[in-house]
């Protein structure tokens, strides 16, 4: 899982980072409000200071809940910004911590967020199996083969079953924003992943393609409506 970490002290990056990283997520790093709108598409869950260059954290919250109110937000701040930080959680923030903090803490309330939002350690759907933090996906027992992007990609629509995703907001999802590609680019690697987990795309078990939108997971388990 991805976690984006906004912190302008490089030394909060670092060792914050190391403690996330140590704990399998894969970290991304934003030293101001405007890297972090850069990067939150991408993210599981943000780590976000409130006092940042170029965009402040609170309009940075406000943006990220306007976008991705689902998106777990977990807000840093000093001792004595006690009304910022009652801003942050009015803007949607899911939990703060205080300067100066653990790391350890930090970590444990990050999973704690994750289990929250249902973004579990394993997701099962029929004989389909992901483990995220560790990147691997099995059918009927089987390790898939998968490549980065295709991992990612199955792993955001199965994250949200049901939820229809734009190839737009795909690309944006997997390949990361400024992506030089095209819609044709995420319709491959859908293709792909559909070989690979035997889908056939009239009836599929898991990707559903929702004409003139884009994708969305099928939980082969679900009720019909």
Known sequence: MKVLLVDDDPAI????GAFLRGAGFEVLEAEDGEKALELFPQADLVILD??????????????????RPELPLLILTAKGEEEDRV??????????????????????????LLRRAGL????????????????EAYLAGKPLPLSRLE????????QH???V??????????WGPGFPGVDRVVDVHIAALRKKLG??????????????????????????P
Do not use: C, H, W
């Open 13 to 16: 990056l670092e060792v914050l």
């Open 50 to 67: 409130l006092m940042l260059p170029k965009v402040g954290g609170l309009e940075v919250a406000r943006l990220i809940r306007q976008e």
């Open 87 to 112: 801003l942050g959680l009015e803007l949607g923030a899911d939990d703060y911590v205080v300067k100066p903090f653990s790391p350890r803490e930090v970590v444990a309330r990050v999973k704690a």
């Open 120 to 135: 579990r350690e394993e997701l099962v759907y029929g004989p389909l199996r992901l483990l995220p933090t560790r990147r």
């Open 151 to 158: 991992f990612d990609l199955l792993l955001t629509l199965a």
């Open 161 to 163: 079953p049901g939820v």
């Open 165 to 174: 995703f734009s190839r737009e907001r795909l690309l944006e999802r997997v």
């Open 199 to 224: 889908d056939d795309p009239e009836n599929p078990r898991f990707i559903e393609t929702v004409r003139g939108v884009g994708y969305r997971f099928k939980d082969p388990d679900a009720p019909l």
